[in-house]
């Protein structure tokens, strides 16, 4: 198979994305949420996360492509993997280095096309974030910061595989885990100016555990109320376990209004589960939340710590 330009430690490159095995599977939602994100923040109909290997490069996570790999030799992302910056082309139509590309010439017909080199913490480029369009296009040099933020989010999950900063309970990241892609999609939406909402849920009625069957009815619920939260908030969110029965969301691009709408959604879907359930102790929760304003940006933190002392506050009113 023909190969395209490859880099001067392509040996060692291989090397780190078999490390990371991240070939093999389906697609990923800790990386589908960051490709919304960019497809939703540029407006864009194509939107990818691609790893690439000594042949081809694998859609790991797209948003608009009919196709789930590239010949290395096709692969415009296989250029920017090769540079340090944002690689923009404007129009590839007019460009002679895409000259003949099917990408181009045929489906998905690309004209605009910008992409980020993607690293693993040893510095290891293995792919590159992209976006696409049909229509010829520019990126501004904020455009371009802001893109570099949200493959600096990837780079970051990628980090996560690596360290683990995952709770296998909930499937979901945990502490460190959740403050670090919370801080990553806050400084998107400073950027781009944009309001953003931190929401922490205490899940009540769930007594230290005394004995086995408690233990086990508090696992239960977590897990109950986990799946209830990922059903409710929208993909694009950030969600993590911050305590033993705490739980925080970021909405990204969101108001105090949105939360309102979901919340009653979650209370009368956790109430259906109660009349079903044969759990001796209802679940029930507490939640409060506290807002972003981008012109007086805070670090997700400190706004999660807001929301934090609300819900202090709430419990104690009773």
């Known amino acids: 198979m023909k190969k395209g330009i490859q880099s001067e430690d392509e040996t060692d490159r291989l090397a780190a994305i078999t490390q990371l095995n991240i070939l093999s599977g389906d697609s990923e939602e800790r990386f589908d949420r960051i490709i919304r994100i960019a497809q939703r923040m540029f407006a864009v109909p194509m939107a990818d996360f691609s790893v690439i290997d000594a042949d081809s490069q694998h859609l790991k996570s797209a948003y608009g492509y009919s196709l789930s790999r590239i010949d290395r030799i096709d692969s415009l992302a296989n250029h920017a993997m090769m540079r340090n910056g944002v690689f923009v082309v404007n129009d590839a139509q007019e460009d002679d280095r895409f000259s003949g590309n099917p990408l181009i010439i045929s489906q998905p017909k690309i004209r605009f096309f910008a992409s980020y080199p993607i690293r693993t913490r040893s510095g290891q480029r293995v792919g590159a974030l992209s976006i696409a369009d049909r229509v010829p296009r ?33 499937q979901m990241s945990i502490n460190d885990g959740f403050y670090s892609q919370a801080e990553q999609g806050l400084r998107v939406c400073e950027r781009q100016k944009k309001s953003a909402v931190a929401v922490v849920f205490d899940v009540r009625r769930l007594t230290p555990a005394t004995d086995t069957e408690r233990d086990i009815e508090h696992d239960r619920h977590i897990r109950v109320f986990a799946n209830q939260l990922r059903h409710f908030f929208r993909k694009s969110d950030v969600i993590g376990r911050i305590g033993r029965q705490e739980f925080a969301v970021m909405l990204l691009d969101a108001q105090g209004e949105d939360v309102a709408t979901i919340v009653k959604k979650l209370k009368a879907s956790i109430d259906i589960h109660n009349a079903d359930s044969e759990y001796r102790h209802r679940l029930s929760f507490l939640h409060a939340f506290s807002e972003f304003d981008p ?16 819900l202090v506050e709430l419990d104690e009113v009773g």
């Open 295 to 310: 012109a007086h940006a805070v670090t997700s933190s400190t706004l999660v710590e807001m929301a934090k002392r609300l």
């Open 138 to 170: 520019s990126l501004s040099a904020h455009d371009q910061s802001v893109f570099r933020d949200l493959a600096e989010m990837i780079e970051n999950e990628l980090t996560f595989m690596q360290v683990a900063q995952f709770d296998r309970a909930t």
